[in-house]
């Protein structure tokens, strides 16, 4: 079992960057995909990035494709969002996620992940 805690959350202008971290312990996240998420009240949490065990494959939402960058290390345990270009849609409750599977696809949507954080808010003011 993966524990997960994100930071890094906050207000923040429009235009301007946030970095997401999400901290995992209890096993290496080596054996996990991993993804952010986010979720507005009242609707179903989204993918926001995802990227598989090694790094190597990462995949991203339409709407943050070319302002995001999803990142990990192995080594530290570590995953990581950077936010630029933040618009007030990107406000939201932000969520790290682990999906344990050996297979090489990453997974698209909430139910195929197995392990959550509690949650980093960040709010972008226009």
């Known amino acids: 079992q993966v524990q997960l805690v994100e930071s890094g959350g906050g207000l923040v202008q429009a235009g301007r960057s946030l970095r997401l971290s999400c901290a995992a312990s209890?096993?290496?996240?080596?054996?996990?995909?991993m993804a952010w998420f986010r979720q507005d009240p009242g609707k179903e949490r989204e993918l926001v990035a995802a990227?598989?065990?090694?790094?190597?494959?990462?995949f991203y939402a339409a709407s943050v494709k070319g302002r995001f960058v999803i990142s990990r290390d192995n080594a530290k345990n570590m995953v990581y969002l950077q936010m630029n270009s933040l618009n007030a849609e990107d406000t939201a409750v932000y969520y790290c996620?682990?999906?344990?599977?050996?297979?090489?696809?990453?997974?698209?949507?909430?139910?195929?992940?197995?392990?959550w954080g509690q949650g980093t808010q960040v709010t972008v003011s226009s």
């Open positions: 209890g096993r290496t996240i080596s054996d996990y995909h």
């Open positions: 990227i598989s065990r090694s790094g190597g494959d990462t």
């Open positions: 996620g682990a999906e344990h599977t050996s297979g090489p696809y990453v997974g698209r949507h909430m139910r195929e992940y197995d392990y």
